[in-house]
């Protein structure tokens, strides 16, 4: 799930969406990869391709989300027990790739395809829409929240920006608030160095 140094300090995972088809005796599998960070966000897009898809006979999917590797689903939305979602978390887990959703629609074709067939086409459309899209890394990050006086903006940005923090979100008044992520293997520089300042509130989320 997480590779890069030994200290696990980066992850794999897909950063656009894409789409690929298999066809296999008239059934049509149209497989989408979402890059994801929750499962509101995963909801959100089995929600839309269910509206998108309405004819389609079989809505199935699986999905991998967090660095530890601990939050998946998988699921064969009707078809036999263990030949769509399965097969898809499988393409997933061979990529090592995580915060990573495929969404697989099957149009029925008239013909039965049996337990290999369904497996082989739900794998082939699974790693067809990760043939798509370039893997990417990224650095593991511990979320924390920062409060401080407007006037120590640029001495906070300094860290932020030196130690390579991702701004999530933030309110610049008088007074600001900054959701920021920091990298796990510089998280006691960034601590160390943002309570050097005075007056700087800071709390891990």
């Not at 999917?61 to 399965?86: H, L, M, Q, V």
């Not at 990529?95 to 629609?105: F, P, Q």
């Not at 991702?166 to 796990?184: A, D, H, N, R, Y």
Request: with cysteine; aromatic share 10%.
């Amino acid at each position: 799930m997480i590779t890069g140094t030994n200290d696990k300090t980066f992850y794999f995972t897909i950063d656009k969406p894409s789409v690929a088809e298999f066809k296999d005796r008239g059934s049509k599998f149209i497989a989408y990869a979402f890059p994801i960070e929750t499962v509101e966000d995963f909801k959100v897009h089995l929600q839309n391709l269910k509206k998108e898809h309405a004819k389609a006979v079989h809505h199935c999917f699986a999905y991998r989300i967090g660095t530890d590797g601990n939050t998946f689903r998988s699921s064969d939305d009707g078809e036999p027990s263990g030949t769509a979602g399965k097969p898809i978390l499988g393409q997933i887990d061979s990529k090592e790739i995580t915060n990573v959703a495929i969404i697989v629609v099957r149009y029925w074709g008239g013909t039965l395809l049996g337990v290999p067939g369904l497996i082989n086409a739900y794998k082939t459309a699974a790693s067809l829409v990760l043939q798509v899209v370039p893997v990417t890394q990224k650095q593991i990050e511990i979320t924390y929240s920062l409060q401080f006086d407007y006037t120590q903006m640029n001495e906070v940005m300094m860290i932020l920006k030196k130690f390579n923090c991702t701004i999530i979100s933030q309110e610049l008044q008088l007074f600001c608030s900054v959701k920021m992520g920091i990298p796990v293997n510089r998280l006691d520089e960034v601590l160390f160095q943002l309570n050097e300042l005075q007056h700087v509130d800071l709390k891990k989320l």
